[in-house]
């Protein structure tokens, strides 16, 4: 989490053309996923940047007295705006913290939809029926018979003469500001990958235009979750790729899965440390908790899981299910290892795929978008079952714990001091 001072100055501007259906398009889609003080907080973004046009930067203090908000509330919903990328923050420092604020436009209701992650959330938000009827609203009837069109082409009517010196001249004018929508960070570099693709495939290259966007997000998503750097990553995709096959259903995505399962036992397909640009958020502490943090924040979840394991190859159907949590919920690596140590500890060393995706659904109820997020969730709910279990049983109590034992969370191995003073030192920095 950021630590951002009141007195620290900031600037917005807006990355994006931003046109007044996306305002409606932040309400109805984003909002039940990012909360409403992170949708205000956007808004409020949107005016300040024209306001900062007059006078160029102010204070977060300033800014949050205009609009009645707290810095704990700003950071958080700071926070949510970046994870779904609608706002990109730089810091810049010298003799004082300037953070700078960069606003992108949301996605297109179109591409809202059509991202699996984004309307998974939505479906959780609101409920899958309420989901359906906000995306009804966004369709458009193209079944009504309007005969044969018989519109004039461009060409037609302007016949533009390429040879001209303005038209040419036009060319490789300054760039304008664009629609440039909000996207997740990733530090896969798509440009490096199909580099690794042409080198595999010279005479049948896979190249920007093979692969449709969702396909691209899916390629991404793999490689983050199981650690490949864009050579591995290609090494695998040129044997499950058939371009014979409509673009958006060229790479065999089952497949895919299945041969990096099967790759594990290749250790040089893995552990490639240059593919993680951000540093890992490090305690310092030394006890077993702290150790176990660290390792939750360096490690893929599949090497998380066998080193907790004590080195076991982990079993194919439990690869399976942590690839289909990563692709239904979009937890970062550090959040899967935390449901994996979570599960395992309560669950005997085990990993039920039905309780796994019972605490995965909650996780994403809470909106939690990192590791300290999901152990000072998880941790409340040991508390709140600690606490409650403090209380002297009844008859029905008694009768209904072998029926209710699945579900009863109680980790002795971690006391309330040790987790509160680590959580601290995380918040500390």
Request: aromatic share 10%; charged share 30%; glycine share 4%.
């Amino acid at each position: 989490m950021k630590i951002i001072s009141t007195s620290d100055y900031f600037s917005i501007s807006l990355s994006s053309l931003i046109a007044d259906y996306d305002r409606e398009t932040i309400t109805n889609l984003y909002q039940p996923i990012i909360g409403f003080e992170a949708a205000a907080l956007y808004f409020s973004f949107l005016s300040e940047a024209k306001n900062q046009e007059i006078y160029s930067m102010s204070t977060h203090g300033d800014f949050l007295n205009r609009v009645g908000m707290n810095i704990y509330v700003f950071t958080n919903a700071l926070e949510k705006l970046e994870g779904i990328g609608l706002v990109k923050t730089y810091l810049e420092e010298e003799n004082s913290k300037i953070y700078h604020y960069e606003v992108y436009a949301p996605d297109t209701p179109f591409d809202f939809f059509n991202n699996t992650v984004f309307y998974g959330l939505l479906k959780q938000s609101i409920g899958e029926k309420e989901a359906e009827r906000l995306k009804a609203l966004y369709k458009v009837n193209t079944n009504e018979e309007k005969g044969r069109e018989i519109s004039a082409s461009f060409d037609e009517v302007y016949a533009p003469d390429m040879s001209n010196p303005i038209l040419k001249a036009s060319i490789n004018e300054d760039s304008l500001k664009e629609r440039n929508e909000g996207n997740v960070n990733s530090s896969f570099s798509d440009s490096k990958f199909f580099e690794e693709c042409k080198k595999l495939l010279p005479e049948n290259s896979i190249n920007e235009k093979s692969l449709s966007k969702k396909e691209m997000e899916e390629v991404r998503r793999m490689a983050a979750l199981n650690g490949l750097a864009e050579e591995q990553m290609a090494q695998i995709i040129v044997t499950v790729y058939d371009g014979s096959r409509p673009k958006g259903e060229r790479v065999d995505f089952y497949n895919l899965r299945e041969k990096i399962i099967f790759s594990r036992s290749f250790t040089s397909m893995y552990k490639h440390p240059e593919y993680y640009s951000d540093e890992p958020a490090k305690v310092s502490s030394q006890t077993k908790l702290g150790q176990k943090i660290n390792l939750m924040e360096s490690q893929i979840p599949s090497d998380f899981l066998r080193i907790v394991s004590g080195m076991i190859e982990p079993a194919s159907s439990d690869l399976v299910l942590i690839d289909d949590i990563s692709k239904r919920y979009n937890f970062p690596n550090s959040v899967i290892n935390v449901l994996i140590d979570y599960t395992l500890t309560t669950q005997n060393n085990t990993l039920p795929r039905k309780y796994v995706e019972k605490v995965a659904a909650s996780l994403a109820r809470e909106h939690v978008t990192c590791a300290q997020d999901a152990m000072n969730y998880l941790n409340s709910v040991n508390k709140k079952k600690r606490k409650k279990s403090e209380t002297p049983p009844t008859r029905a109590d008694i009768g209904d714990k072998e029926d209710n034992e699945e579900s009863n969370i109680d980790s002795k191995e971690i006391s309330d001091e040790e987790w509160d003073a680590l959580v601290k030192e995380i918040d500390n920095g």
